[in-house]
């Protein structure tokens, strides 16, 4: 395993889901993790069962608002020394987004660009100094299989996200930040468990993947560890599917 110790990391989105799994993978690996959230009591619950101020601390964070953002990343500033890598997870997703791009309203596609999109930009914008003043760092931004197929709204916003991780790349190459994107597939997080019936989770798993088993948080968690580490020293600009082979291509 990677190891993170001395490293701080600010994860977006960290409360529930696969952002917990990555905050808890970090600071398995001995990072100090920053679970940010819109649900700042739930952010501060996770973090006090990842294990308390030493581990992790939860702090407010909605990604939408360059002004919250900027507030949050003080905060991490403030208390834990700086930002060595930060993990843009935070997202609107599943089936309020997931129609057909001409059926969503327009105020709906405005609140999911500005989470799903903008949110990338003003996490990344705001960890630039603290990362460059701590020698260079990593970002990883959680994309999604969807950004692959072009099928719905959702998919297009994970689309500019798999953009924004080559634009993001170049951009802050000069400063020795990295950066490099994950785009899960069908993963068995407690959200999915409720919305998908058993019998479309067997066809996926049977039918579509090459992997014959549901994808788990621990999946995706890994693969953004390993990003973030030194291990992935020569990897930038890169978004990697971790789908079970549920997409394969040349």
Known sequence: MADFTGKVAMVTGAATGIGEAIARSLATAG???AIADIDAAAARSTAAAIGGTEKAVGIACDVADPVSVEAAVAEVR????GIDVLVNNAGLHLTGYVRPVSELPVEDWRRLLDVNVLGVVHCAKACRETMRARGGGAIVNIA???AYKGENAYGIS?????????ALARDFAADGIRVCGVAPGFVASEAAMRLFPEERRDHYVNEV???RRLGQVDDVARAVRFLLSEDASFITAETILVSGGALTRI
Not at 158 to 166: I, Q
């Open 158 to 166: 994970k689309l500019a996200v798999r953009g924004l991780t080559v």
């Open 144 to 146: 999604s299989m969807a």
């Open 209 to 211: 993947q090459l992997v």
């Open 31 to 33: 990072a100090t993790v």
């Open 78 to 81: 403030a208390g834990l020394g």
